[in-house]
């Protein structure tokens, strides 16, 4: 006989691939609670039907209206309600951050229970450093867009770790080549599954793999931190002031480089005027 549950909001993580991977926990409190919402009411439905669970499934994605959201608080105040994202870790570049948000506004109790998720299982096996990381959901798709994020976090001290799709796999390794030359990246993908892999090396190794062995699935981007060597050492400083002088000012190059590398943003603005 289960417990019923106390009113509120419990976040569930879900298996990324390996349905083994859902806890007791998690099953119990979907078997238990009034209603789940979920991203995709086929894709919970599945992982429902493993389960020998019957529940009652509310569509909330990104698209949710705020009605919706009112509705599912209405529901959380009064009876238990499960959050579950398609796979892994709900809000891990997932919908529910402004669900969890209003819930705790209006003194819903929220509970969040542990379990899987992508960009953690990816950094235990890459073996790149992972006493200090920083996740930044997807890189963004415009070529531009992608470089500054890269030049932005390009000087934290800590492995990157960012979310990506095959279909742009080759074009964020070059960039990660161009903005961030010399470090290592991994590339981690159909996790928990048949064909689990993660590939550790440099951006243009990885380039080469992939365009004869063309990835599928969703993938983990990995980069290694910054090496503890001297400002700018081992860098194509003039290649980076070029490359950024392609849509930047020479001023905006400069200070770019200058947070990526370390170096005297004054002389790589000297730099950048001579190489214009």
Not at 41 to 47: A, H, I, M, P, W
Not at 203 to 221: D, R
Not at 252 to 274: F, I, N, S
């Amino acid at each position: 006989m289960t417990t019923p549950l106390e009113p509120g909001l419990y976040i569930v993580a879900t298996p990324i691939g390996n349905l083994g991977d859902i806890t007791l926990r998690a099953a119990e409190v979907l078997r238990s609670v009034a209603a789940i919402a979920c991203e995709d009411t086929r894709v919970t439905g599945k992982l429902l039907h493993h389960l020998e669970i019957k529940q009652r499934l509310i569509r909330y994605d990104d698209h949710a209206s705020e009605a919706t959201r009112d509705h599912l608080l209405g529901i959380a105040a009064g009876e238990a309600l499960a959050l579950v994202s398609d796979a892994g870790t709900p809000l891990i570049s997932d919908p529910g951050y402004k669900l969890v948000r209003a819930a705790r506004e209006r003194g819903i109790a929220v509970t969040s229970l542990p379990g899987a998720s992508a960009a953690t299982i990816a950094l235990t096996l890459s073996g790149l450093p992972s006493d200090r990381f920083l996740f930044a959901g997807f890189l963004p798709n415009k070529e531009k867009a992608r470089r500054d994020i890269l030049t932005e976090l390009g000087a934290v001290k800590a492995t990157l770790v960012f979310y990506e799709t095959a279909p742009r796999l080759a074009d964020s390794l070059a960039a990660i080549a161009e903005v961030l030359p010399g470090r290592e990246a991994s590339v981690a993908r159909e996790l928990t599954k048949k064909f689990e892999e993660c590939r550790t090396g440099s951006p243009a190794e990885l380039i080469a793999h992939y365009e004869a062995h063309p990835p599928k699935g969703e993938i983990v981007l990995l980069i290694g931190p910054p090496g503890e060597t001297a400002p700018g050492e081992g860098v194509d400083v003039d290649a980076l002031l070029r490359a950024a002088l392609e849509t930047d000012k020479a001023s905006q190059a400069a200070g770019k480089v200058a947070k990526a590398t370390g170096l005297d943003r004054k002389a790589l603005y000297a730099r950048a005027l001579e190489l214009k």
